[in-house]
């Protein structure tokens, strides 16, 4: 059953809006904008209704605050008015609302409009969802193309971006940068990092592939590619209005070989100077080089690469995330497929 709160300071016309919905909806009758917040902290609903003309914060102000708030600026919101103001109903509508229902409430049409609105909602998410769908399986194809250029360490992608997943998960957990993360829309997030080494499609295959050392001058140009992964995602982001998938991915293909220490590529930055993005793919992206092999060496077995990790918090790696890592630790492992090296021993890729 759909979730509705009714929020209105006056207590005859709460009673009437509960009365007409209730049997087809759960509803939360609430005299005021600061009780509709503290009840929002545990319940999400799908509609509001909202008075404007309330003491304390008033309709238009919690409206600003919803959406205002990556959470809940989703949250359709009809207003309720007791007067015919235009001036009023073109505001609420630049700020975002669905509707305005005039007081005093007729039941039938309330249940109506009520209806109406919560069917549309519904399609529009469904729509956006496809999209979304459509969006990832291209960035996907692209990213795996992109990976599949280099012979050495195919199959990155896929698995930095679930390692950086569960991460990302225990970050929110345990309520770690929870002032920053608040900010993010982690169904972008995710996919973007698949495009993380999209800055590598500028890199010749011959040093892409090269089976033994890097000269001094090979090495620069790989490096190169966090630069040229930012400029590639630049130029995408000039052509559809600075999207968000497209600021993660950015801050992602820039900044994931900086290190806490500042010793790392292409700027140096230290701590928290370097994006949150990059500090976590840091870590997903260490780690699957180690346990996975390559033409310098075997792959590390799980315990290996996560005493090497352990090891380099406050040097390559933040420690409140290294800290998130080894809480997870064995969840990695989980996703690792054991492999016998020519020595015999077990390890991990």
């Avoid at 939360?28 to 600061?34: D, I, K, M, P, V």
């Avoid at 008075?51 to 989703?74: V, Y």
């Avoid at 995408?236 to 806490?260: C, Q, S």
Wanted: proline share 4%.
């Amino acid at each position: 059953m759909k979730t509705v709160f009714i929020v209105d300071d006056n207590k005859s016309n709460l009673y009437s809006a509960k009365t007409a919905l209730e049997g087809f909806y759960k509803t939360y009758a609430l005299t005021s904008a600061e009780r509709m917040f503290k009840i929002a902290e545990r319940i999400t609903p799908d509609l509001i209704l909202l008075d404007i003309e309330m003491p304390g914060t008033d309709g238009f102000e919690a409206m600003r605050i919803l959406k205002s708030d990556p959470r809940r600026k989703e949250i359709p919101v009809v207003f309720l008015t007791s007067r015919n103001d235009a001036e009023a109903e073109i505001r609420g509508f630049e700020m975002g609302a669905l509707d305005f229902i005039i007081k005093p409430i007729s039941p039938p049409v309330l249940v109506r409009r009520i209806e109406t609105h919560l069917e549309t909602d519904k399609l529009i998410k469904k729509s956006q969802k496809d999209l979304r769908d459509i969006h990832n399986a291209t960035i996907s194809v692209i990213a795996n193309f992109i990976d599949s250029r280099d012979e050495i360490t195919g199959g990155h992608v896929e698995r930095t971006q679930i390692y950086l997943e569960l991460l990302v998960k225990e970050i929110i957990r345990t309520g770690t940068y929870k002032t920053e993360m608040s900010e993010w829309d982690i169904s972008s997030l995710l996919p973007s990092a698949q495009l993380h080494d999209v800055g590598k499609i500028k890199i010749s295959d011959a040093i892409l592939n090269k089976r033994g050392k890097l000269t001094a001058e090979e090495f620069e140009s790989i490096k190169s590619h966090c630069q040229m992964g930012e400029r590639v995602i630049s130029r995408i982001i000039e052509r559809t209005n600075n999207d968000v998938f497209l600021r993660h991915a950015k801050r992602f293909a820039g900044y994931h070989h900086e290190k806490w220490d500042g010793t790392g590529y292409p700027r140096g930055l230290r701590g928290e100077e370097i994006p949150l993005e990059g500090r976590i793919m840091a870590i997903a992206d260490v780690y699957d080089a180690l346990v996975s092999e390559r033409p310098y060496k075997e792959p590390f077995s799980h315990e290996k690469a996560v005493e090497i990790i352990y090891g380099e918090s406050g040097r390559h790696f933040d420690p409140k995330l290294t800290e998130a890592f080894l809480n997870i630790a064995d969840e990695f492992r989980a996703r690792l497929t054991p492999v016998e090296n020519q020595g015999g021993e077990v390890v991990y890729r």
